[in-house]
Structures are given as structure tokens and as C-alpha cells.
């Protein structure tokens, strides 16, 4: 992680940690970066989700770029992945999504994408946090007929939505889904994609009014989806988050299926259709170790990566594959996005319901999880940055590691887009990693709290 830039973009408090004079100067910075003489007018397109500091950001940016003469199109409301397509539909020559994700309202974020729609790579964040940062170069304003110009673009929505329903290709008639929008980008797309798709949509959560975004709802908070879909029979359920880039499901049972089991679904289809590319996926570090054993089972290969789903991305980009994510439920489907996308990975599940016949608590017994405790310790800034160096957490984490052996791991790492660390247990024996994971997180808590 940079010092603006986390896994995620560069995130924090609105107009507190992110202030509109660094969204500007973030604007000014990336526009410079893209500037060549090859383009001496980068066009960058702006999304946002539908928190109440999105326009106030917006505005910034909008600015920021302007002024050093970026021309900037205005895609409104629209969710992460929609950002990260209609930059190479529209042949722009960056995006910009104003979100934090599944962080409450207060917290805002900035992601920049490339021309080609992923994360902008290190070295480009690296010389964007050093004119911000450091000075390195001055600003160049542009004058008179060199400043940059706006545009609102009005068929954002429908154009994300038309490419949805054209990956998806599969007749959703006659099953009955929710959707819970998490007050966030996808009230704005959701029950327009799966309505074409031939759903019957029941829309949970799908009105933001700057504050509500994931309170409550969504993929983080998972527990009204649950009741609603057994209350009212339905097919199945599915949650985004504030920016729509992950998705949980719920069965018709209303049990969670999480991320892992998600990809393990889709994975399996894929190879059964044989398409899934040299039969391997990709996931991180915290995925559970019962989806190893899936793929072993299922003639597939497990690649895993450092958490954030641009190293999930990288790896699939560098060495070819085509299916990715993480338990958190983002879902690369790099045959369709160069992101994560909740609505594309929802509706692929249902596809898969719809093809095979088969209850979506049925699709996920082919995978076993084994048990797994993840608890996440507030700390404060100073204490994210003594973490790698407190040797008192490094021998509790060799104590639990030492005791579980070889039926179980321990994972301790700060998050990369919140004020937190998280530790995660598994093993065999669900009580004792409980115990061992509250005792760890005991220590993390009363060295950097």
C-alpha cells in the first residue's frame, strides 16, 4: 500500500481525511500522468455511489481535472464495474469511481481506472501520491481554450445494463429473487438488469438518501436478505454493496453463500462447459481451505494472492485465467469485466439455477468449508503503521500457529481500506480457533489501539 493510495483507492472521512482540496489535487495529478503528446486532452469519465459527499468530491475532481485540461464526462450514480466497462466502450483515456465501498457514509473513497478499465498499477499510484504528495513537479493550469471541458452522459445506466444482460444471455423466466441494493449504485441499475433478464424482483434497500448507504443492508449486513427470502419463499437472494462490486447470496433456505462458495459454483460450471481457462482459479490468501480442497477434488487448480482483488486481477491478466475473487464476493469474470461486478456475478449464478435445474442450496454442496473465525480489530493510524514491527504480535501469532499445526492457520493483517486488522482463524475444532482468534485479537488490541 502507497501512502494515499490503499488496495482500494485512496480512502477516508469526507471532507475530514479526503477533503475536497485533495480530491482536486488528485484530479490534477492523474490528469498530468495521462498527458502526453500523444494526448494532450485525456477524456476521463466520473461515476459515483449515493452518499451524500459524492458531489461534493465530484465537483473537485471535476475541477482538478479542468484545470490542467482533462475534458471529463459525467456517468452519474452508476456502480464500479460500470465505470471500469464504459471506459473502453467510450474510449476514454481514465475513469474515476467516488466510492468507499462497503464503508458507512461518512467514509467516501477515489479509485482511478486505466484506459482499459483496471486499477491503475503501482507505479502509475506511485507518481500520482509523489505530485500530490511530494511536490515533485508543479501543477501545469491550463488557460484560455486549453481548459477542459464537461459532459453529462446520459446513457451511462442503459449502456452498462444492455452489456449485463448480453453477458448474461440465459432466461431467468419464472424465478423470484431479492435484490438488496444496500441504498447504493445498483438502485440504479439492479432491477433494470434482472427484470430484462426475466426475473420476478423483489427490491430490498433501493433508497439512498446519502446517508443509508450499507446500513443495515447490503453484503455486510446480510441478515434481512436472509429473513425476507424465507419469509416469502422466494428462488433466492442477492446483496450488493455500496458500489456493487461484490455480491453475497442467500439460498432458498436463507443461508449465506458466501464468495467461495460463489466462485466455486461458477468454476465448476465453467469447467464443465469447458471454458474455464487451464482449469484453475484464482483467490487470496483468506480464502477458506476447504475451497483447496474443492479444487482438488474438481481436477482445478487454486492460485492464491495477497488480499485485494487488483493482485487477484494481476495474476489472472499475467498468466491467463478467467475466474477470480474473493470470500468477500468480489467476482472476476474476466471473460466479460476487468472488475469485480456484484450484478454480473448474481445474475451468473442464477444462470447457472436456470441451465441445471438445481435449488441454489443444492449448487453449493460442492464444497465443504471448513471452519473459519475472522475478527476485525479497530486500531488506530499509528498502530497500523507499528504493525509489521511489534514483535509481541508476531510471537502470538507463532504461539497459535505452533498449536494449531497442520489442521489449521492463522492469518493477521491490517485491512487496506479500513482503520482495522483482521485475524483470522481456521482449523477443525470451530471453539478452540474461536478461543485462539479472541486471544490474539486481545493482543493486537492493547498494542496498537
Do not use: W
Not at 168 to 179: C, P, R, V, Y
Amino acid at each position: 500500500m502507497g501512502r494515499l493510495f490503499g488496495t482500494d483507492g485512496a480512502r477516508g472521512i469526507a471532507n475530514k481525511e479526503l477533503t475536497v482540496e485533495l480530491a482536486m489535487n488528485i484530479g490534477r495529478a492523474a490528469a498530468m500522468v495521462l498527458i502526453s503528446d500523444e494526448v494532450e486532452h485525456p477524456t476521463v469519465l466520473i461515476g459515483r455511489d449515493s452518499r451524500i459527499s459524492g458531489q461534493m468530491l465530484e465537483g473537485a475532481l471535476i475541477a482538478g481535472l479542468c484545470s490542467v485540461g482533462a475534458n471529463v464526462e459525467i456517468l452519474g450514480i452508476v456502480p464500479t464495474p460500470a465505470v471500469a466497462y464504459l471506459v473502453g466502450k467510450y474510449n476514454a483515456d481514465a475513469g474515476i469511481m467516488i466510492s468507499a465501498s462497503h464503508n458507512p457514509y461518512e467514509f467516501n473513497g477515489i479509485k482511478i481506472f486505466s484506459s482499459q478499465g483496471t486499477k491503475l498499477p503501482d507505479e502509475l499510484e506511485n507518481k500520482i501520491e509523489e505530485i500530490v504528495l511530494d511536490n515533485v513537479v508543479p501543477y501545469t493550469l491550463a488557460s484560455d481554450e486549453n481548459i477542459g471541458k464537461v459532459t453529462y452522459l446520459d446513457r451511462a445506466v442503459d449502456d452498462y445494463v444492455d452489456h449485463l444482460v448480453k453477458s448474461i444471455n440465459t432466461d431467468l423466466s419464472g424465478m423470484n429473487i431479492a435484490l438488496d441494493c444496500s441504498n447504493g449504485s445498483s438502485t440504479r441499475t439492479a432491477e433494470k438488469v434482472f427484470t430484462k433478464l426475466g426475473a420476478n424482483v423483489h427490491m430490498l434497500f433501493d433508497n439512498p438518501d446519502g446517508i443509508n448507504i450499507n446500513d443495515n443492508c447490503g453484503s455486510t449486513h446480510i441478515e434481512n436478505l436472509q429473513s425476507y427470502v424465507r419469509e416469502h419463499k422466494l428462488d433466492c437472494g442477492l446483496a450488493f454493496d455500496g458500489d456493487a462490486d461484490r455480491c453475497l447470496a442467500v439460498d432458498e433456505n436463507g443461508d449465506l453463500v458466501d464468495g467461495d462458495y460463489l466462485i466455486a459454483i461458477v468454476a465448476k460450471d465453467m469447467k464443465d462447459r469447458g471454458v474455464l481457462k487451464k482449469d484453475a482459479v484464482v483467490g487470496t490468501v483468506m480464502t477458506n481451505m476447504g475451497f483447496n480442497k474443492f479444487c482438488k477434488a474438481n481436477g482445478m487448480t487454486f492460485i492464491s494472492t495477497k488480499v485485494g482483488d487488483r493482485y487477484v486481477l494481476e495474476a489472472m491478466m499475467r498468466d491467463g485465467y478467467n475466474i477470480g475473487g474473493e470470500q468477500s464476493g468480489h467476482i472476476i469474470l474476466l471473460d466479460y469485466a476487468t472488475t469485480g461486478d456484484g450484478e454480473l456475478s448474481g445474475a451468473m449464478i442464477l444462470s447457472i439455477m436456470k441451465r441445471t435445474g438445481k435449488p441454489l442450496s443444492e449448487l453449493a454442496t460442492i464444497m465443504q468449508r471448513m471452519p473459519q473465525v475472522l475478527l476485525n480489530v479497530k486500531v488506530s493510524a499509528e498502530g497500523k503503521l507499528a504493525f509489521n514491527d511489534d514483535d509481541e504480535i508476531k510471537a502470538e501469532i507463532k504461539r497459535v500457529g505452533d498449536i494449531l499445526g497442520d489442521t489449521g492457520r492463522i492469518l493477521v493483517r491490517v485491512s487496506g481500506t479500513e482503520p482495522l486488522v483482521r485475524v483470522m482463524l481456521e482449523g477443525e475444532d470451530h471453539n478452540q480457533i474461536q478461543r485462539l482468534a479472541e486471544q490474539t485479537a486481545q493482543v493486537v488490541r492493547e498494542r496498537l489501539s
